[in-house]
């Protein structure tokens, strides 16, 4: 009586089984993706060691330096339309002024509200849009780059603990 030989799981399968569980999916799930026996994986998992969502904070930490590259490119134009506004308000402002202090009166008091409203409803909208996208002051730039640097560091942390384990799969991106 012969059996008939067992079918191995390719490398590469293994390899991709390995990134879906470890970033989070779950076993069935990858199962069923793969189109692989369940109890397969269940053997595999255990003998290599397989540890759920060990890599889903890396691919948090990538998905957002991803969606802040976004943020910065919207961010951009915006900043620059505001330097526009402010700078033409300012000039505006200022020939106010020195016009006071010449004796030339050029505003009447309706132009002077008004240019008093525009100045209120510039910085109104600079307001709105600085939540919108993301404007920030050199001390909130600060915080922000902070933070990154801390979870560069977790990444750091990640792949050189993935590194020490020879059975890990390598992060691509």
């Known amino acids: 009586m012969s059996t008939t030989p067992r079918k191995k799981v390719p490398v590469k399968i293994k390899k991709e089984a390995r990134r879906l569980f470890e970033s989070g999916m779950n076993m069935y799930d990858v199962a069923m993706t793969l189109k692989l026996n369940l109890n397969t994986l269940y053997n595999i998992s255990s003998k290599e060691g397989w540890q759920k969502g060990r890599l889903e904070e890396l691919f948090w ?16 134009p915006r900043k620059q339309t505001y330097r526009d506004l402010s700078k033409g308000l300012t000039q505006i402002i200022k020939e106010e002024q020195t016009n006071l202090i010449d004796g030339k009166i050029k505003l009447s008091v309706n132009q002077s509200i008004s240019l008093e409203k525009h100045a209120k409803a510039l910085q109104t909208n600079y307001q709105l849009e600085k ?22 560091q977790l990444k750091r942390t990640l792949e050189k603990s993935s590194e020490d384990d020879e059975r890990t799969v390598a992060l691509q991106y």
């Open 61 to 76: 930490v990538k998905e957002q330096e991803i969606f802040i590259d976004k943020i910065i490119r919207l961010r951009e």
């Open 131 to 152: 939540e919108l996208y993301g404007l920030r002051t050199p001390e909130e730039e600060i915080d922000l780059e902070i933070k990154r640097i801390k979870l560069e």
